[in-house]
């Protein structure tokens, strides 16, 4: 069966291939793009939408019958859920939770996790939150 990436109803395989694309377009803007709105705000949005694809790439939202499983899976609540690990992870920022877990040396972990708290960031993954209930909104 073909993946039908533009459907009204993706699947599984769908969100991977989308995470695939914002990943290599995060990478991208990380390794180009200077230091700005591109890089500071844009790369934030879409990690949020990178993250919600990642998770609905791995976690099934219907089962084998075709029924609705775990209601955390569905759109508004998964974006949700993304929205408050990003949160989650920016406040790590902010009490300095790379250096508290011992990976302060680790260039990869300060990379992930980060090392700097900025609330605009807050607010760019709130725009990606809105980006993905929007969309949600526009197909149902």
């Not at 694309?21 to 990478?27: A, M, Q």
């Not at 990642?54 to 899976?73: E, F, Q, T, W, Y």
């Not at 990379?111 to 809105?130: C, E, K, R, T």
Request: proline share 4%; aromatic share 14%.
């Amino acid at each position: 069966m073909p993946v039908n990436v533009f459907s009204r109803q993706p699947d599984r395989k769908s969100f991977l291939i989308y995470a695939v694309l914002l990943f290599v377009i995060e990478v991208l803007i990380a390794r180009y793009a200077p230091s700005g709105f591109i890089r500071g705000f844009v790369g934030d949005v879409l990690v949020v939408l990178l993250l919600f694809c990642m998770a609905r790439s791995v976690v099934p939202v219907m089962n084998s019958k075709g029924h609705l499983i775990n209601r955390l899976c569905h759109t508004p609540w998964l974006a949700l859920a993304v929205l408050l690990f990003a949160f989650t992870i920016e406040f790590g920022q902010y009490w300095g939770l790379v250096d508290k877990l011992g990976l302060g040396g680790n260039r990869l972990a300060r990379i992930v996790i980060g090392s700097h708290f900025d609330p605009l960031d807050l607010l760019a993954f709130f725009v990606g939150y809105l980006i993905l209930i929007g969309i949600y909104w526009k197909r149902h």
